[in-house]
């Protein structure tokens, strides 16, 4: 009989303080809220205020309808880092409701294409209709877990996460697979959360801070371990971002020094 990927045991996941498949499962109740009433009353921003707030430029989010901007759930802006050139194989991690996988399907033009791997149904169901609904061709949604892609090996240009990778117990089981499936010389550019400090053993325990974006993260230094560790190499990160400023979540990320950051590296 086939294994179910939430079935999947890795090897490093034993040294995570909550269990994988139990977050998994706590973390597509929650993002199936996001998706079906996203703006309902979270801990994080969401939609067009995020946009904004996480410097995405005005004239993108102007040219997609609310519809396909309310439910952004990110950090920080993974397109910051780097221009991704036309033409280019995107693969976003966790793409929740598509919206950069629209943006990067823009960026890409014709010639390229977009997949965006997610586990909640709710979220794929909502980017599939937006993506026919604005007409793209160049963007398609799989269901899968990031530490199995549903990818084949070296088919990536470019790799892009937003907020997704701080929700993964295994880090550098999810950061191998997208070594695995991006070509040699192929980017990874993705935004997430990085913690000021050591998060106390509780609050690692504690799966509703893991779904809020806050108990999942790792230090700067950690994130930068991790994805060489994976394989990677030229690490550069970001300067910190406010992303929870003025959310609901705001005292919380105060409390854990918590800051989007973006990060980039290479297949060398
Ligand atoms: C904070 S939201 C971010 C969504 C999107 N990147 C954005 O910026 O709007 C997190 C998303 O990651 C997905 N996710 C979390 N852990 C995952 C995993 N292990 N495998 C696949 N998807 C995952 C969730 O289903 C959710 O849609």
Same mark, same amino acid.
């Given at each position: 009989?086939? #294994?179910?990927?939430?079935?999947?045991?890795?090897?490093?996941?034993?040294?995570?303080? *909550?269990?994988?498949?139990?977050?998994?499962?706590?973390?597509?109740?929650?993002?199936? =809220?996001?998706?079906?009433? @996203?703006?309902?009353?979270?801990?994080? %921003?969401?939609?067009? !205020?995020?946009?904004?707030?996480?410097?995405?430029?005005?004239?993108?989010?102007?040219?997609?309808?609310?519809?396909?901007?309310?439910? +952004?759930?990110?950090?920080?802006?993974?397109?910051?880092?780097?221009?991704?050139?036309? &033409?280019? %194989?995107?693969?976003?991690?966790?793409?929740?409701?598509?919206?950069?996988? +629209?943006?990067?399907?823009?960026?890409?033009?014709? #010639?390229?294409? *977009?997949?965006?791997?997610?586990?909640? @149904?709710?979220?794929?169901?909502?980017?599939?209709?937006?993506?026919?609904?604005? &007409?793209?061709?160049?963007?398609?949604? /799989?269901?899968?877990?990031?530490? /199995?892609? !549903?990818?084949?090996?070296?088919?990536?240009?470019?790799?892009?996460?937003?907020?997704?990778?701080?929700? *993964?117990?295994?880090?550098?089981?999810?950061?191998?697979?997208?070594?695995? *499936?991006?070509?040699?010389?192929?980017?990874?550019?993705?935004?997430?959360?990085?913690?000021? &400090?050591?998060? !106390?053993?509780?609050?690692?325990?504690?799966?509703?801070?893991? #779904?809020?974006?806050?108990? &999942?993260?790792?230090?700067?230094? =950690?994130?930068?371990?991790?994805?060489?560790?994976?394989?990677?190499?030229?690490?550069?990160?970001?300067? @910190?971002?406010?992303?929870?400023?003025?959310?609901?979540?705001?005292? /919380?990320?105060? %409390?854990?020094?918590? $800051?989007?950051?973006? $990060?980039?590296?290479?297949?060398?």
């Amino acid at each position: 009989m086939p #294994t179910s990927p939430d079935a999947m045991q890795s090897d490093t996941s034993s040294i995570h303080a *909550v269990d994988p498949e139990a977050l998994r499962a706590e973390i597509r109740v929650k993002y199936a =809220e996001v998706a079906r009433n @996203p703006d309902g009353p979270f801990h994080f %921003h969401t939609g067009r !205020p995020l946009a904004a707030k996480l410097g995405y430029p005005t004239s993108i989010c102007e040219s997609l309808p609310d519809s396909a901007v309310a439910s +952004f759930a990110g950090v920080d802006n993974p397109f910051a880092v780097r221009q991704i050139p036309v &033409g280019s %194989h995107v693969l976003d991690l966790g793409s929740g409701g598509g919206f950069d996988c +629209f943006v990067a399907a823009g960026l890409v033009g014709a #010639t390229g294409k *977009v997949i965006g791997v997610d586990m909640t @149904p709710e979220m794929l169901d909502r980017a599939s209709r937006e993506a026919a609904a604005l &007409g793209l061709r160049n963007v398609e949604f /799989r269901a899968g877990i990031l530490e /199995r892609l !549903p990818i084949d090996d070296q088919w990536a240009d470019v790799v892009i996460s937003n907020g997704v990778l701080n929700l *993964v117990a295994d880090k550098v089981l999810a950061l191998e697979e997208a070594y695995r *499936v991006l070509r040699p010389g192929g980017v990874l550019q993705f935004a997430d959360i990085a913690v000021g &400090g050591k998060v !106390p053993e509780a609050a690692r325990c504690d799966i509703e801070l893991w #779904t809020d974006c806050i108990a &999942g993260g790792l230090s700067v230094d =950690e994130w930068t371990d991790a994805i060489a560790a994976a394989g990677f190499g030229s690490v550069a990160v970001g300067l @910190p971002t406010d992303s929870f400023g003025g959310a609901a979540g705001e005292s /919380r990320a105060r %409390h854990y020094g918590v $800051f989007g950051h973006t $990060f980039q590296a290479v297949k060398e």
